[in-house]
């Protein structure tokens, strides 16, 4: 959420962010809501001032014998209780409409995002790895399918279309590459590995920027709880709320958990295959700075990030999210999209944004420095590190070989027992 004093002071500038981001212009509407909301509150206040004046006025009449001024007076005060009390009500009238507003407006990007429309306009800077020669190389639902240890028909008698069954070894596949991340990201990266809750309330999802206006892309319970769209939600939760001292400072989490996500936006995209799910595990990570640091970070997370795909061998490439494409809470995103042979392209495995204060105003998570009497909001981070389903696809389809199986990259080996290929039975 955006700071309203922010939008009073910076009309223009915040009009051109809109703009940036295909938005229409807002600020005028914006401001003429919240002058309405601060001359109701005058009105309030003076209303307030009149009935404690008028108050103190009974008694003295009272006091001075003065009973028909004394009865005007009371009668006077009733109205103002009941005058009070209805302009509280429109007070919080005004200061919801206010704050829905406020909510879905999307976060200013930072100068140096490239302005486009969709990711057309998203701009390459850099290509990590040189993508393997293969003849005919196969996609990874061939090669799963070829060796019995992916079903995608039986998945789908159990519980519909985008969910997919993983057996045997490639199953293990999977979990080696949970394993591998967390024990990079918190043996060398220095975050902290933490377990959290994959049901969570309005609040945490409004926090993060996922309600009000993207509800359409979640799983709801029938008891009023979301399933996790990503282990960004908790995280970053864990400081909802809470002051900190500025010493405590940056904290990095991070975390192994299914995700869910109906894909309510993607009918008839990667529908063959375990490209886009509605259940699926990813490393997450969660870094929470001050002010001062968080471009700074959103560095520092790409390239761990990055650094799981080097160690598994990966051919990538980097790519700045221009404006029309970035996430609702993002000021700046970074993509990681891995090379996959099967597809002969470049997709995404990883997503790392830095949101400044944007969260933190949603979820009040402040710090305060040592000597200084006001606090400020957090900045926040998140990003991948990375979906296991999407590296699952990328080393099999890179490590291929020409009779079906698979070489199990060395970084993985130490995780899979010791196995390094996998083959049919």
Known sequence: ML???????????????????????????????????????KILQDLQNRRNEASKEIGKAKGSGDNARAEALIEEVGTLKAEIQEGEETERRIDADLEDVLARIPNVPLDDVPVGEDEAGNVEIRRVGEPPRMDDAKEHYELGEALGMMEFEQ???ISGARFTILK???????????????????????????????????????????????????????????LVPTAEVPLTNLVRERTLDAAEL????????????????????DQRGMLRQHQFYKVELVSITDEDSSVAELERMTACAEEVLKRLGLAYRVVTLCTGDMGFGARKT???????????????????????????????????????????????????????????????ENYQNADGSITVPEALRPYMGGIETIAAA
């Open 250 to 269: 940056p904290i990095r989490v991070t975390a192994l958990t299914p995700c869910f996500r109906s894909e309510a936006g993607a009918a008839g995209r």
């Open 3 to 41: 700071d309203i004093k922010w939008i009073r002071d910076n009309p223009a500038k915040f009009d051109e962010a809109l703009a940036k981001r295909g938005a229409p212009a807002a600020a005028m509407d914006i401001i003429k809501l919240d002058e309405r909301r601060r001359d109701h509150l």
């Open 168 to 226: 045997g070894q490639l199953a293990r596949l999977e979990r080696a590459l949970g394993q591998f991340m967390l024990d990079l990201h918190t043996g060398e990266h220095g975050y902290s590995e933490t377990a959290v809750p994959l049901l969570v309330r309005d609040e945490a999802l409004f926090g993060t920027g996922q309600l009000p206006k993207f509800s359409e892309d979640l799983f709801h319970t029938s008891e009023g709880r979301w």
């Open 334 to 396: 970074y993509d990681i999209e891995v090379w996959l042979p099967g597809q002969g392209a470049y997709r995404e495995i990883s997503s790392c944004s830095v949101c400044g204060d944007f969260q933190a105003r949603r979820m009040n998570a402040r710090y305060k420095i040592a000597g200084e009497k006001a606090q400020r909001f957090v900045h926040t981070l998140n990003g991948s590190g990375v979906a296991l389903g999407r590296a699952l696809i990328a080393v099999m």
């Open 155 to 157: 998945a789908a008698k």
